[in-house]
Structures are given as structure tokens and as C-alpha cells.
């Protein structure tokens, strides 16, 4: 399986794109206007503790308050100390009061009318391991399957804490078969970088940034470079420049996977990675079989509906309806990465009865949601053929970064039809006709209700203006919507 990582830097604005095979599966976008901002730490304040939800709004210079629960509220040094990572039985009012300064980090970005999510237990991730002040802790990532390497990681990490004051790790994913030395680097460069940001934080005020997490260009280098990376391209020379200086002091062996893309041609145009962000906004995706699956994002979920479309199979409907089950547990693994889909996810697959049919989809389902680098939570088939499952979200959707709410329909997906605006129209002349005394009516709308109105709906009119005894005009308004429509007086 061959991976690549592409990487487009714009001034104000840098794309990552992850290319398994040649195909895309994830896209990442940071634009200069709007950096994500999980990771970031803030000095700030305190505006309002609700008891009756068990958290707090935290005031840390953002637009909108951010939110911090009590069981994200980490072990302190006073009487209302609890364990690392407390639990939703805290109560919120004697671990804050309104007014306090308080270190947080960001663990969520703002989605959509929600602040930011905070945590006050401080992570700092570098190339190895992940920081954490205030505990002694050791842990390993759980995409470390071997025991004995488990127990060595723990055993170095474990020694080299007894070099330091206070503190613990995690071991990350990429952590698998590093040298002791280079565990200990990390190990000290966290330290320092620690201490640094505590320096910064004790003379800040209240709605500082007291730390940014890194360029998105660096933060792939440190998170997502590994043996199943075959390379590394970019297309700005500054950039490239950056990375590579980055991987040589923190990532030595690596920068040979790195390559500068100096072809006029853009790199995304190579691969087909634009027409492929551009079907990743639409609602269709069409699988090879020749079905389909309609994928949907509310507030509340999203959806995904699995139909066969023009794929009639070769058997009978049974095995046609598995063999489109399947291949949609394999498409919607992607979508949900290319797409960034996160939270509730219901995927209604088509009904099938054979139970062993429904084992196999969804253990491929499940098999295609290991690659993913989001935590995922999947049920069994529900007795509607339902499958429920959880994909942990941090930022917005690949569709929230790039459209807005169409302005026409407001985000209804939907218009009245040129056929409901006339009839609207009508009762709003014959309420008009009896509140005014008016010589005629002027009514202004589009140019497919007017059309309707003087070609279909003539007769209906004709009769209308016979019942209120007054002429009605017509008036074509060019940026009027379907729905839009004016009745005046005159």
C-alpha cells in the first residue's frame, strides 16, 4: 500500500492532501484568516459557572465564550483535587468561581453556533510522545499492539522521568520502535518547551494566547510521517525549506521522504485531487457497481443512505443487495475522512436478510474504519438495519471549512415552488384589496412566478381581478428569488 502526502502552500492558505494508491482519502485545510485552534493554550477567565450542566463558559478572547465541562477540568493542587480526567459527577461549583484565571487548551474548535471546547489538562504532543504537567503518569497508545514493545516503551520513559521533576507521557503511535535517545530527546525538548510556556503564561494577562500549535505544513511532519509514508511533496520552496530543517532536528532519517514540486503544473491537478474535493461537497456519491449513497450533515447526525441506483446484479436480489452493502462499507469509511464527518453518524444500509450478510458488512465496515486516525465507536446492525456509530470531531467539516448557507433557501436545501408563491400572492392581493382603498395592485416577484401567473394561472387571475374590481400589474424583479415577492398598494 503506498501512501503520499501533497501539500499545496498559497499565501493565505496551505492544503494537505493524503493520497493512498493515488486515490484521495483525506484533506486537510488551515487558511490564514481562520487557524484551527485546537492545541492552542490561553490564560483565561472565568464569565459564568452553571451548575445545572456541570460546566463553565471561559472567557479566552475568542468570539464566543468557550465551553469547559467538569469532567474535562484535570487534577489541581488544592482541596478540590481530583483524579486526572475527574468525571461528570463533579460538581462544577467548588472546582471554579466566576472571575477566576485559569490555564486551558483547546480540545475542540467552534463548530458551527458552539465555542470552543476547553480542557485545563495540558497535552503537548511532539514527534514521540505527548506531555502532561502536573501527573506522573506513563501511557502507551493503544495502536501499539505488541506487549513486549509496550513494556519497553514504558521501562525507557519511565527512566528517564526519574531524571526530571514531575510530569508525564504518553507514547504516541509513531513512538513504535524508536531509540532511547531519541525518546529522550523528546523527552527534554518538552521539558524546555514547558517551561517556556509557563514563563509566558505567569506574566500574560487574562485572554492571552500563551502558545500556538504548530503550521498545519509541520504539524502533518510530526503527526502523520511514518514507514507507510513512501514520500513527502510540496510545492513551496519556503515551505519545503521549513519542513525539511523540522524533520532534521526532530525526525532524523526522515527528510529523504521529503520532495520540492517545482512543476508549473499544479500538484492537486496531478493527482485529481480538485475534482475530487468537489464531489466530496456534493450529496451523491456514486459507487462503481452503479449504486449510490446520499450522504447528509444536520446539527444533530449525519446520515447515510445506501441505495443499488442502476446496479440490477447477476443473481438474484439478495445477493445484489449484499454485494452494494458491501461496497458501500467500503465507501463510507472514506467519505467520512474526506469529508471530516464527525459525532452521531447513522448509515442506513439496504435491508438485508441473511445474517451472515450482515456480519460480513459490517465487518468490512469495521475493518475500513481502522485506518481512520479519528477514534470511531461502531453497533451492531439495529432491527431497522440501521448502523449506529460515533467518529470523534475536533474541527469542522471539509463542508463547513469551504461553503456557507445558501442565502436563497437559508440552509433548507429546499424553495417554494413558483406554483406556492402565486397562490401566496393571491391571498396577499385579496388581503391587500380589502386593509387599502387602492386604485390598482403592483406585484412584484420573479421572473418564473410572473410567467406562471401570465400563462397558467391567467384565468385563476382574471377571475381574482373580477372579485376585488381592481386591475393587477405585473413587475419582473431579476433578483428576486422564487420565494420573494412584493403586493403594493397604489
Not at 252 to 268: A, S, V, W
Not at 436 to 463: I, M, N, T
Not at 470 to 483: D, G, N, S, W
Amino acid at each position: 500500500m503506498s501512501e503520499e502526502i501533497l501539500i499545496n502552500v498559497t499565501p493565505r492558505e496551505t492544503r494537505v492532501a493524503l493520497v493512498e494508491n493515488g486515490v484521495l482519502q483525506e484533506i486537510f485545510i488551515e487558511r490564514a484568516r481562520r487557524r484551527g485552534l485546537v492545541g492552542n493554550i490561553y490564560k483565561g477567565t472565568v464569565c459564568r459557572v452553571l451548575p445545572g450542566m456541570q460546566a463553565a463558559f471561559v472567557d479566552v478572547g475568542l468570539e464566543r465564550a468557550a465551553f469547559l465541562h467538569a469532567s474535562d477540568i484535570g487534577r489541581r493542587d488544592d482541596a478540590a483535587a481530583a483524579d486526572v480526567g475527574g468525571s461528570a459527577s463533579r460538581d462544577i461549583a467548588g472546582l471554579l468561581r466566576e472571575g477566576q484565571e485559569i490555564c486551558v487548551q483547546v480540545i475542540k474548535d467552534p463548530l458551527g453556533t458552539k465555542g470552543a471546547r476547553l480542557t485545563t489538562q495540558i497535552t503537548i504532543p511532539s514527534r514521540y510522545l505527548v506531555f502532561i504537567p502536573n501527573v506522573d503518569n506513563v501511557g502507551i497508545s493503544q495502536r501499539i499492539e505488541s506487549e513486549n514493545e509496550r513494556v519497553r516503551l514504558r521501562d525507557v520513559i519511565q527512566l528517564f522521568m526519574s531524571e526530571q521533576e514531575g510530569g508525564g507521557y504518553i507514547a504516541r503511535t509513531a513512538a513504535e520502535g524508536a531509540s532511547a535517545e531519541a525518546l529522550r530527546a523528546d523527552m527534554l525538548f518538552l521539558r524546555k518547551l514547558w517551561r517556556s510556556i509557563s514563563e509566558t503564561l505567569a506574566i500574560s494577562k487574562a485572554g492571552a494566547l500563551v502558545y500556538g500549535d504548530l503550521p498545519l505544513t509541520i504539524r502533518v511532519m510530526r503527526d502523520m510521517l511514518g514507514d507507510n509514508i513512501e514520500r513527502v511533496r510540496i510545492d513551496s520552496r519556503e515551505s519545503f525549506q521549513r519542513a525539511h530543517e523540522f524533520c532534521e532536528r526532530f525526525m532524523p532519517g526522515m527528510p529523504t521522504q521529503l520532495e520540492y514540486y517545482p512543476g508549473e503544473r499544479p500538484i492537486f491537478d496531478i493527482y485529481g485531487i480538485e475534482d475530487e474535493i468537489h464531489k466530496a461537497l456534493d450529496r451523491k456519491v456514486q459507487l462503481k457497481s452503479g449504486g449510490y449513497l446520499i450522504i447528509d450533515q444536520t446539527e444533530a447526525m449525519t446520515t447515510a443512505d445506501v441505495n443499488t441506483g442502476g446496479y440490477v446484479g447477476h443473481r438474484n436480489l439478495e445477493e445484489t443487495i449484499f454485494k452494494t452493502n458491501l461496497e458501500a462499507a467500503q465507501a463510507i469509511p472514506r467519505q467520512l475522512r474526506l469529508r471530516n464527518l464527525g459525532g452521531i453518524i447513522i448509515i442506513d444500509f439496504i435491508d438485508m436478510q441473511d445474517a451472515e450478510h450482515k456480519r460480513q458488512v459490517l465487518r468490512m465496515l469495521e475493518k475500513c474504519l481502522e485506518k481512520d486516525h479519528a477514534r470511531t465507536h461502531i453497533s451492531e446492525v439495529s432491527t431497522l438495519g440501521l448502523v449506529e456509530m460515533t467518529r470523534k470531531r475536533t474541527s469542522e467539516s471539509l463542508e463547513h471549512v469551504m461553503c456557507e448557507v445558501c442565502p436563497t433557501c437559508n440552509g433548507r436545501a429546499s424553495l417554494k415552488t413558483a406554483e406556492t408563491t402565486c397562490y401566496e400572492i393571491f391571498r396577499e392581493i385579496l388581503r391587500a384589496s380589502r386593509q387599502f382603498d387602492v386604485q390598482q395592485l403592483l406585484v412584484l416577484a420573479s421572473q418564473e412566478v410572473v410567467d406562471l401567473l401570465l400563462d397558467e394561472e391567467s384565468a385563476s387571475l382574471a377571475e381574482l381581478e373580477v372579485f376585488i374590481g381592481k386591475p393587477i400589474r405585473f413587475q419582473v424583479e431579476t433578483l428576486y428569488t422564487q420565494e420573494q415577492y412584493d403586493v403594493v398598494p397604489m
